[in-house]
């Protein structure tokens, strides 16, 4: 190789060794918006977990409650129909 095609190889290189960097520079920025978006979305999602887990417990409450007067209506039309 001459000395011409040395310094086009040269350059080449260090044309692609920039482009590498500005890339990986592009890429981490990527990866860390990436990463502050997972942690709001678990944030997010832990603040709903909790919301569930109220409703959730006023749920059975309800279906304790509703339970217990089948068992007491239930009660009182069998002993209605036993008085016959």
Known sequence: MNKVDI???RLNVD???EEL????????S???HIKETTDEIK???KEQNGRVRVLESS???I????SMFVVVFGSLISWLFKGE
Do not use: D, P
């Open 43 to 45: 944030s997010l999602v």
């Open 59 to 61: 749920v059975s409450k």
């Open 15 to 17: 044309s692609r060794l």
């Open 21 to 28: 960097t500005v890339n990986n520079a592009k890429q981490s």
């Open 63 to 66: 279906q304790g409650v509703g």
């Open 7 to 9: 310094e086009k190889w």
């Open 30 to 32: 990527e990866v860390s």
